[in-house]
C-alpha cells in the first residue's frame, strides 16, 4: 500500500475534526461520528419507506442480516414509516 497523497486524498481526521466543529456549532451535545451520520442516514431512509433490499444497497452491506439490525432498532423505536402521500401538504381538507 502506498503513502504517497495524491490530490483526491482525503484525511479521515480532518472529516472527523470538521464534524465535530459543525457539531458543537450546532449545539449538539453528543459524540458526533462518522458512523452517527451513516446509521442516521439509514434511518431516515426507512422513516421515509426505502425498500430494505434498497437500504442495504445504500449502505454496503454484504448481508441482508446486518441491515435487519436497523429495521429492528426501528420497530423498537415505535416509528411508523410514513406513506409518500402522508409526506404531501394538500392544505386544508
Given at each position: 500500500?502506498?503513502?504517497?497523497?495524491?490530490?483526491?486524498?482525503?484525511?479521515?481526521?480532518g472529516i472527523?475534526?470538521?464534524?465535530?466543529?459543525a457539531s458543537i456549532k450546532a449545539?449538539?451535545?453528543?459524540?458526533?461520528?462518522c458512523q452517527t451520520l451513516r446509521h442516521s442516514f439509514a434511518m431516515h431512509l426507512l422513516e421515509s419507506g426505502c425498500p430494505?433490499?434498497?437500504?442495504?444497497?445504500l449502505m454496503g452491506?454484504?448481508?441482508?442480516d446486518t441491515t435487519m439490525?436497523?429495521?429492528k432498532v426501528?420497530?423498537?423505536?415505535d416509528m411508523k414509516i410514513a406513506r409518500p402521500l402522508d409526506?404531501?401538504?394538500?392544505?386544508?381538507?
Amino acid at each position: 500500500m502506498s503513502k504517497k497523497v495524491r490530490r483526491n486524498h482525503i484525511d479521515p481526521t480532518g472529516i472527523q475534526k470538521t464534524l465535530k466543529k459543525a457539531s458543537i456549532k450546532a449545539g449538539i451535545n453528543k459524540n458526533v461520528t462518522c458512523q452517527t451520520l451513516r446509521h442516521s442516514f439509514a434511518m431516515h431512509l426507512l422513516e421515509s419507506g426505502c425498500p430494505i433490499r434498497k437500504l442495504q444497497e445504500l449502505m454496503g452491506h454484504r448481508s441482508i442480516d446486518t441491515t435487519m439490525k436497523y429495521v429492528k432498532v426501528f420497530e423498537s423505536m415505535d416509528m411508523k414509516i410514513a406513506r409518500p402521500l402522508d409526506l404531501l401538504d394538500l392544505g386544508d381538507e
